[in-house]
């Protein structure tokens, strides 16, 4: 079965950092490209970031970039975000999910095809 | 704020047919980029169900259709059903900000 399980999230105070992973199984992580997604408390969907199948391309949201960064291990099938600097607006549901395209398509034209239940993060002191 | 442009919500009937539009601009379904569309239901993480404007993955029924033109693209919903009832998303490229983007997302009510 294709699944993708993510964990690493809890309470953290502004300022702080948080480390997620996204375990990946059931296919060849190392032959996709992989993303992070994040949803606000009752808000809707906001992409945050997105690593190439070998790692020669790293891409962020404007409102993560210099204080996220995304990295993987296609030796474990993971996927990690580093959080640093967190604020109380990055509190969210966090999803890591499969990016897809329906032949040999470019990064622009990927959608995401395997999403995990996500894992919650939480910024408050 | 999103650039993608989705009503807030619809609803209709058990039976009837729905669409959802998405509306854009020239940095993002207007300059080409693939327009992909997801389900998600109450507590659950997002589903696939449109990908590259009018592809339905594996298992989704044909009841979902999903169309493009110029800067906007629309989900349609035939035969509504209650197992509908769901939060539904669009997603593309933006030039302008050198990402993904995703719609504002639509509530549908059946």
């Known amino acids: 079965e294709v699944q993708l399980v993510e964990s690493g999230g809890g309470l953290v105070q502004p300022g702080g950092s948080l480390r997620l992973s996204c375990a990946a199984s059931?296919?060849?992580?190392?032959?996709?490209?992989m993303n992070w997604v994040r949803q606000a408390p009752g808000k809707g969907l906001e992409w945050i970031s997105y690593?190439?199948?070998?790692?020669?391309?790293?891409y962020y949201a404007d409102s993560v970039k210099g204080r996220f960064t995304i990295s993987r291990d296609n030796g474990k099938n993971s996927l990690y975000l580093q959080m640093d600097s967190l604020r109380a607006e990055d509190t969210a549901l966090y999803y890591c999910?499969?990016?897809?395209?329906?032949?040999?398509?470019?990064?622009?034209?990927?959608?995401?095809?395997?999403w995990g239940q996500g894992t919650t993060v939480t910024v408050s002191s | 704020q999103s650039v993608l442009t989705q009503p807030p919500s619809v609803s209709g009937a058990p039976g009837q047919r729905v669409t959802i539009s998405c509306t854009g601009s020239?940095?993002?379904?207007?300059?080409?980029?693939?327009v992909h569309w997801y389900q998600q239901l109450p507590g659950t993480a997002p589903k696939l169900l449109i990908y590259?404007?009018?592809n339905r993955p594996s298992g989704v029924p044909d009841r979902f259709s999903g169309s493009r033109s110029a800067t906007s693209a629309s989900l349609a919903i035939t035969g509504l059903q209650a197992e509908d009832e769901a939060d539904y998303y669009c997603?593309?490229?933006?030039?302008?900000?050198?990402?993904?983007?995703f719609g504002t997302g639509t509530q549908v009510t059946v």
């Open positions: 590259n404007n009018n």
């Open positions: 997603q593309s490229y933006d030039s302008s900000l050198s990402g993904y983007v």
């Open positions: 059931g296919f060849i992580f190392s032959s996709y490209s």
């Open positions: 020239s940095s993002n379904i207007g300059a080409g980029f693939d």
């Open positions: 690593i190439s199948s070998d790692r020669s391309m790293r």
């Open positions: 999910a499969r990016a897809y395209c329906g032949g040999d398509c470019h990064y622009y034209y990927y959608g995401m095809d395997v």
